[in-house]
């Protein structure tokens, strides 16, 4: 699990910060000071888990084995049933299955285009704390944006972001030029 600054390294860090997040828990160092039965939760469930597996692995291996031979024709519309029918069953509403369904396209689309889904869980986990920054500097500011500009601080991370904006398209650019 690598975090620099908050920030999730990878996509399994990125899902594990973000059931958090859903769930209203706020991760980092004091998480174990916090909520430490959700700690220790995470603790017995990785065990347990960790049990069952070898259970299953020694007994369910060698049934399993046939499914490799099961043709993507039928096995692909047997998984979509499955998903669907498990984001039904959570709530028992029938948009958490559209909702499914979009989310499915949308990464499919991600995947023939090439977007990495990184970045999109990492944008999933640092939104939330940053509209709740702006929206308390606004309120502090009483609606005016200019207090991201008066701000010595916040005026030199808006220029560097401009700046590295440019640079990775005259980058993108210039790559993409014939030689």
């Known amino acids: 699990m690598r975090r620099a600054a908050g920030i999730p390294g990878d996509a399994v860090t990125a899902i594990i910060l973000g059931a958090m997040v859903m769930l209203g828990v706020q991760p980092g160092p004091l998480l174990f000071v916090t909520n430490p039965g959700i700690v220790y939760t995470i ?5 347990l888990s960790t049990v069952m597996m070898v259970i299953v692995g020694l007994f369910a291996t060698p049934a ?5 031979r099961v043709p993507n024709l039928y096995l692909m519309p047997i998984v979509a049933l499955t998903c669907a029918a498990g984001s039904f ?3 028992n509403n ?5 909702v499914m369904l979009g989310a499915g ?3 499919y689309v991600f995947g023939r285009v090439g977007v990495p889904v990184a970045p999109l869980l990492i944008s999933f986990i640092v939104t939330p704390p940053f509209e709740e920054a702006v929206r308390q500097s606004l309120a502090y500011s ?3 944006f200019s207090v991201f500009l008066t701000n010595w601080f916040s005026l030199v991370a808006i220029l560097l972001s401009a700046v590295v904006v440019v640079l990775v ?8 030029l014939p030689a």
């Open 43 to 47: 603790y017995i469930v990785l065990f």
């Open 64 to 68: 399993l084995v046939y499914v490799l």
């Open 89 to 91: 069953v959570v709530r």
């Open 94 to 98: 029938v948009l958490d299955t559209f």
């Open 105 to 107: 396209l949308m990464a």
């Open 142 to 144: 009483h609606g005016s």
């Open 169 to 176: 398209a005259l980058a993108q650019r210039r790559s993409a």
